[in-house]
Protein backbone atom coordinates (compact mmCIF):
# COMPACT_ATOMS: atom_id res chain seq x y z
CA UNK A 1 0.00 0.00 0.00
CA UNK A 2 0.95 3.77 -0.12
CA UNK A 3 0.96 3.45 3.51
CA UNK A 4 3.71 0.74 3.93
CA UNK A 5 5.58 2.55 1.40
CA UNK A 6 5.42 5.94 3.21
CA UNK A 7 6.61 3.86 6.11
CA UNK A 8 9.41 2.01 4.50
CA UNK A 9 11.32 5.11 2.68
CA UNK A 10 10.61 7.15 6.15
CA UNK A 11 12.53 4.81 8.03
CA UNK A 12 14.90 3.93 5.43
CA UNK A 13 15.97 7.42 5.29
CA UNK A 14 15.83 7.78 9.25
CA UNK A 15 13.06 10.27 9.21
CA UNK A 16 10.62 10.67 12.11
CA UNK A 17 7.06 11.22 11.09
CA UNK A 18 7.02 14.61 12.64
CA UNK A 19 10.31 15.21 10.32
CA UNK A 20 8.60 13.74 7.43
CA UNK A 21 5.89 15.99 8.01
CA UNK A 22 7.96 18.91 8.05
CA UNK A 23 9.95 18.25 5.03
CA UNK A 24 6.73 17.57 2.88
CA UNK A 25 4.21 20.54 4.65
CA UNK A 26 1.72 17.85 5.83
CA UNK A 27 0.74 17.28 9.22
CA UNK A 28 2.75 14.23 11.55
CA UNK A 29 -0.81 12.95 12.54
CA UNK A 30 -1.95 12.80 8.63
CA UNK A 31 1.68 10.78 7.64
CA UNK A 32 0.63 8.27 11.14
CA UNK A 33 -2.67 7.79 9.58
CA UNK A 34 -1.30 7.18 5.89
CA UNK A 35 0.96 4.90 7.57
CA UNK A 36 -1.50 2.86 9.71
CA UNK A 37 -3.90 2.54 6.70
CA UNK A 38 -6.64 4.96 7.86
CA UNK A 39 -6.22 7.31 5.45
CA UNK A 40 -5.19 7.14 1.70
CA UNK A 41 -3.53 10.00 0.50
CA UNK A 42 -4.12 11.86 -2.37
CA UNK A 43 -1.92 11.78 -5.62
CA UNK A 44 -1.13 15.42 -4.32
CA UNK A 45 0.27 14.47 -1.24
CA UNK A 46 2.05 11.61 -2.48
CA UNK A 47 3.99 14.44 -4.88
CA UNK A 48 4.71 15.80 -1.85
CA UNK A 49 6.25 13.21 0.36
CA UNK A 50 7.91 11.60 -2.86
CA UNK A 51 9.86 15.00 -3.41
CA UNK A 52 10.71 15.39 0.86
CA UNK A 53 12.26 12.09 -0.35
CA UNK A 54 14.07 13.09 -3.33
CA UNK A 55 12.20 10.59 -5.27
CA UNK A 56 10.41 10.11 -7.81
CA UNK A 57 6.42 9.88 -7.47
CA UNK A 58 6.24 7.29 -10.29
CA UNK A 59 7.47 5.02 -7.51
CA UNK A 60 4.17 4.89 -6.05
CA UNK A 61 2.58 3.50 -8.94
CA UNK A 62 3.36 0.00 -8.28
CA UNK A 63 0.61 -0.83 -5.52
CA UNK A 64 -1.44 -2.55 -8.65
CA UNK A 65 -4.35 -0.02 -8.45
CA UNK A 66 -4.88 1.29 -12.73
CA UNK A 67 -6.47 4.89 -11.34
CA UNK A 68 -3.67 5.21 -9.39
CA UNK A 69 -0.96 4.23 -12.21
CA UNK A 70 -2.41 6.39 -14.22
CA UNK A 71 -2.63 9.56 -12.44
CA UNK A 72 1.03 8.63 -11.47
CA UNK A 73 2.05 8.17 -15.10
CA UNK A 74 0.18 11.55 -15.73
CA UNK A 75 2.30 13.31 -13.28
CA UNK A 76 5.62 11.53 -14.32
CA UNK A 77 5.17 13.00 -18.14
CA UNK A 78 4.21 16.34 -16.55
CA UNK A 79 0.70 16.55 -17.16
CA UNK A 80 -0.67 19.77 -15.78
Request: proline share 1%.
Amino acid sequence: TAGEKIRYYREMYGLSQEKLGQLADINSATIKKYEYGIRNPKIEQLKKIADAFGISICLWHQDGAAKFFFLSWLICIGFK
